[in-house]
């Protein structure tokens, strides 16, 4: 019975982190499935939603074990992903046991060192190049790249506070907005529509939208129409920040 739990243990802490990681349904479901026929288990049933996980093994004819696990929070980390993958792929050929794939996983799931430098850095030359892209001068790179440095260094912190998503897209919409109004009081000859619109484009649920439509495509309605409904009201709580501060500029609170 303790290795059938050990087993269990593993392929749901799998699942776990490739949802929690931005992985899509399917793939999560498919590991559980794969890492299963590996260990041997003559029979699994799983269902993998955004924000949890249900899964049955049978054992015999009249002994299953079932477990839910919820996912409480999900962010983008491909690296994760692409190590568990590496991980069912061990176990499915089987060249890695249960016991060393759930102290694999458990490494994986640990904190990491925070790279909010280098997110900070990547937000800044998206935005600005975007920007550049939409129609702006380098003026407008320059205030760009300022505001997507700065509405990212303020959403780190928010995330670890566990604020919510949508309040904090909401968040980033109206400081978005008022950094580059305040940009154009400084500097010059700067056009506050390119400089708007390429500062939010690393805000945009972008793979939320991709795995909502892979999801949909597959036969994965519930996931992919929860994924969809998340990635519109994520945009929708992004331009309500933004329209916000503009009405809240244009009425004189300056």
Not at 99 to 122: G, Q, V, W, Y
Not at 235 to 253: D, P, Y
Request: with cysteine.
């Amino acid at each position: 019975m303790d290795s059938i739990i050990t087993t269990l243990d593993a392929v749901c802490l799998a699942s776990q982190l490739i949802l929690e990681n931005g992985g899509e349904t399917y793939r999560a479901e498919e590991t559980v499935e794969r890492m299963c026929q590996g260990l041997g288990i003559p029979r699994v049933d799983v269902l993998a939603l955004p924000t949890g996980l249900m899964l049955t093994l049978t054992l015999e004819e009249d002994k299953t074990l079932s477990r839910i696990v919820r996912v409480h929070s999900r962010s983008t980390d491909l690296n994760r992903i692409d190590e568990c993958n590496g991980i069912s792929r061990k176990v499915a050929s089987g060249n890695m046991t249960a016991e060393e794939a759930l102290k694999a996983l458990r490494e994986i799931k640990r904190p990491r060192k925070d790279k909010r430098a280098l997110l900070i850095a990547a937000s800044a030359v998206t935005a600005a190049s975007f920007t550049v892209m939409l129609g702006g001068g380098w003026t407008d790179f320059g205030v760009s790249f300022f505001c997507g440095a700065l509405v990212q260094w303020v959403l780190t912190p928010l995330g670890k506070m566990k604020v919510p998503p949508l309040i904090s897209s909401m968040i980033a919409g109206a400081l978005t907005t008022l950094l580059a109004l305040l940009g154009a009081m400084v500097v010059s000859n700067v056009n506050i529509e390119p400089v708007i619109s390429g500062a939010i484009m690393p805000l945009l649920p972008g793979l939320a939208t991709t795995n909502a439509m892979r999801d949909t495509i597959r036969g994965d309605l519930v996931s992919g129409g929860a994924r969809l409904g998340e990635a519109i009201l994520s945009v929708m709580m992004l331009a309500a920040g933004i329209g916000l501060m503009l009405s809240m500029w244009g009425g004189g609170l300056t």
